[in-house]
């Protein structure tokens, strides 16, 4: 080779180096504020979760709202699988040989009851629960009411044995 190419290999390799770590200083720069506005979309009107919400008290007042919370979500539980129950044997209806619009009709109305009625039940034990915090607290956990539960994102778990049920959170 001679010296000529060499020089040309050598800047084409500069080159390409200073390529891959302006690439790697861009990412290393920009992925927090592009996670960030994934996460916003993610969440209609960019809400916090309602766990991530819980955080923001003490660690005393967390412990009783997270139990208050968790025994109302297994009380709206059987609502909850009620209406996806329903809505399961709606699509099933759907496709059966002999559509009958006004049965499938009938399942989702009784769907939509029983999410109404679960989410009714989360809301009202949200509410007593809030007659017993601070005023200080009541507003940091005001966010918890927000409609913004895991229909049609799934959430990104799955749904093992063991695990806690995955109903709405008011």
Not at 25 to 35: D, G, L, S, Y
Not at 38 to 63: I, K, L, M
Not at 66 to 90: H, I, K, V
Request: aromatic letters at 4%; hydrophobic letters at 40%.
């Amino acid at each position: 080779m001679t010296a000529r190419t060499l020089k040309i290999l050598l800047a084409v390799s500069v080159a390409l180096n200073l390529f891959a770590a302006t690439a790697f200083v861009t990412v290393a720069v920009t992925r927090p504020k592009v996670e960030e506005r994934v996460e916003q979309q993610r969440r209609p009107g960019g809400r916090p979760p309602a766990w991530e919400v819980v955080q923001s008290v003490d660690p005393e007042v967390q412990q009783t709202v997270r139990a208050a919370m968790r025994a109302s979500a297994l009380a709206a539980r059987p609502d909850f699988e009620e209406a996806r129950t329903l809505r399961r044997q709606a699509v099933q209806a759907v496709t059966a040989p002999d559509y009958d619009a006004a049965a499938v009709r009938a399942l989702l109305e009784r769907s939509r009851t029983a999410e109404l009625r679960g989410r009714a039940r989360l809301e009202e034990d949200s509410l007593a629960l809030f007659e017993t915090l601070t005023p200080a607290d009541r507003a940091a956990l005001a966010p918890i009411l927000s409609r913004n539960g895991p229909r049609g994102r799934g959430g990104g778990r799955g749904r093992g044995e063991g695990r806690e049920p995955k109903v709405p959170m008011p």
